[in-house]
Structures are given as structure tokens and as C-alpha cells.
């Protein structure tokens, strides 16, 4: 009895398959049907949730941006004596120095560093007494009886940026009422003016705050002291130049330093991880430095329609990944195989493997079907600095 129900069903459902497919050929005047099992199949089972839908029939299937190789200039080998100088008037000076090393005197003893090891030197205030006596009379001034002193001296001290930023924090509790007060501004100034500088996506760190001692990175470490001698003779394409210390911002000899890559792009709402990564067409390699920042909204629907996530997502969306990637989430990952990530709204890291840079939006696995819908997107600017 039940094998001949089960059978019945069985032909049913057979039938129908038929009478429907055929049904919705009839107005293209296909051919007739040759896989019928595989019909069946595909009706019975359906597509699965997540899975990447077929082109139907006349429609060109979406074509992936081209990928390109992120630009490697060549290093260039550089002499055991040769560096690059930044002067406080903003010039730039390359050539041969003189000397074959600098002595460092640390609290610890001297350092001897040959100038091949050094990949860059900043002086400090005590190497530079004329910067160190302007920024003192300044700060005074700050706190001085006449209103347009105090405004100059507002205005030159802000015009020198983070460099001075140490120095005005040693006055931030002050008693002086003026001078408390335009300390106050003045960070607060170069706060803003730092984050406007990281949003540029330019790439370059800038100056740091000057500090008393000079500070000499190596090949292999950093070390802070007094270095010696105190000037330098340079051989430039000038000719020989006698450079003080004092009058150097930076010295480096990574004078090939290769240039960052940048890219802007946008991840749709549909663009759901479980449906398939966007590739952003950069091919990156291990080491390579990444940053990423996004922004932008996406509305998420099954919650209702005044439910939004910016790229940082939210735990109440449920989670793509348990603790690590929540709903709403922007994520990304190196390569077809490699494992996903949690981007959201800023992200700076190095690449641990080589492949296309791929992002997508994280979902709960029960909303990422086709039937649902998350109208939006986000906003990405992406750099590349190579390794």
C-alpha cells in the first residue's frame, strides 16, 4: 500500500514537472525536452541560499574587474655613505657625507652606527638650540598682557605643527589663564589637523613632535642620544655643502621608497558574503601595508526598513562570524581561499599572504539568501603601500 502511494506521488510530481516546463517553452519554441531527469532535479531541489545564481539564457554573465599587479618600482642600491637630507628651510639635499659613521652617547655608553646601518636620523631640541629658545619665547609669550603678542605667537606656534606638540604639553595645566587656554587650542588644532592628514590618504606619516634627544633608526634598532660630530660636510651635485645638525628635519637613506597605490570603490548591499566577494582588481603580496576606509550606509531590511548598518556592523544583526564579523559588517579577504576579516570603518594591516584584495558585506547565514534585499552601500578608499 505504501509503495503504491509513494509511487503515485512519485508521478504526480513527475507529471507536473512536465506540464510546466513545457508550458513555459511553448513561446520560445525551444527544442523538445532531452534531460528530463535533470529538469526534475532542478525543480525538486531548487537553488540553494547563498549560492551564486546561473546567467539565464541570451544574458551575458557579469564580468569581473580586470585584476592588476600593484606597481613595484625597483630599489635602488644605495653607497655606504650616501643620505638624504631635509633642511628646516624645506630644502632637500642627497649626496656622499664625509664621515663613514656617527657616534651616539647614550645614558648607557657610546654607540658607534656606520651610516650604512642608518635608515633615518631626527635631531632633537638639544641639537637645535635656535628652534628650542623660538619655541620657548613663544610659549611665554602665550601668556603675555597683550592681546596681539599672545595671537602671534598663537598663530606661529600652530604653523609648526606636531613638531611642537611636547613642548605645549608640558603647560597644559598651567596657572597662567591665557596660556592654559591657547595650549588648549593649539593641541586641539594639530589633533585635527592630524586626523585631516590621516583621512588624506596620502601615505606619508609626516613630522613627529620633536623630542630633546636625537633619535637614529637602524637596520636592526632605535636608539635616542647626542650625536656626534655636530655638522656634516656633504658632497652634492652643488658641489660640497657644510650642513649643521641643528639645521636638519630628517636625514634618511631609503631614497627608493616605492610609491603607494590608491583606489576607490563600492560594495553594494547585494554583495553579501555568502553570495560571492567583490575582487577590488588589486593583486597585493605578503607584506604589503593596506589601509582601508569606508563609509556609507546600508539599510537592513529584515529588521525593517528604518534598520541601518554603517560598515562596522552591529552584534544586534546577528553575526557572519561568531564574535569576529557581525551583521551589516564590511570584511575582506586575500585570495578565493583566503579567510575573511572585519574591515568596518578603518582598517590599516599588513598582508600575511599574496592574492586579489576581496570585500564583501557580512550577514547571519539565515538572511542571506536571495530573497532578501539590503538597499545601499559602502564607500571604500583603499592604498597600497608595497612592501
Known sequence: MKFALKFSVAGFVYLAVLAAYAQEKKEEAAEPVKDVEGVIRRVIEGVKPGAPTAAKPGEKKKEEEATVEVPRAPVVELGPKFIRLHLQDGSVISGDLSVTEVTVETQFGKLTVPISKIRSFTPGLDSNKKAAEQITVLIEKLGGDDYKTR??????????????????????????????????EILKELEEAAEEQADDDSGNSGASPW???????????TVLGKVTPQ???????????????????????????????????????????????????????AGDKIVVKAEGSIVMSPWGSNAHSGPDGMPNYGWYIPNQIPGGALCARIG?????FKVGRSLTFVAKTSG??????????????????????YKLKLRVDPK
Open 151 to 184: 595671537e602671534q605667537a598663537h598663530k606661529e606656534l600652530s604653523g609648526m605643527g606636531v613638531r611642537v606638540q611636547r613642548e605645549l604639553e608640558k603647560h597644559v595645566g598651567s596657572e597662567n589663564a591665557e596660556l592654559k587656554r591657547h595650549v588648549s
Open 211 to 221: 623630542i630633546q634627544l636625537d633619535t637614529i633608526v637602524t637596520t636592526d634598532f
Open 231 to 285: 655638522d656634516f660636510t656633504i658632497a652634492s651635485k652643488y658641489g660640497p655643502l657644510k650642513i649643521a645638525l641643528g639645521d636638519i628635519t630628517k636625514a634618511e637613506r631609503e631614497t627608493a621608497a616605492r610609491e603607494s597605490y590608491k583606489k576607490n570603490m563600492s560594495v553594494g548591499g547585494d554583495t553579501l558574503a555568502q553570495r560571492g566577494f567583490k575582487s577590488s582588481g588589486l593583486k597585493v603580496q
Open 336 to 340: 578565493e581561499k583566503g579567510q575573511p
Open 356 to 377: 586579489t584584495l576581496q570585500f564583501a558585506i557580512g550577514i547571519q547565514g539565515e538572511y542571506a539568501g536571495e530573497g532578501y534585499q539590503f538597499p545601499g552601500e
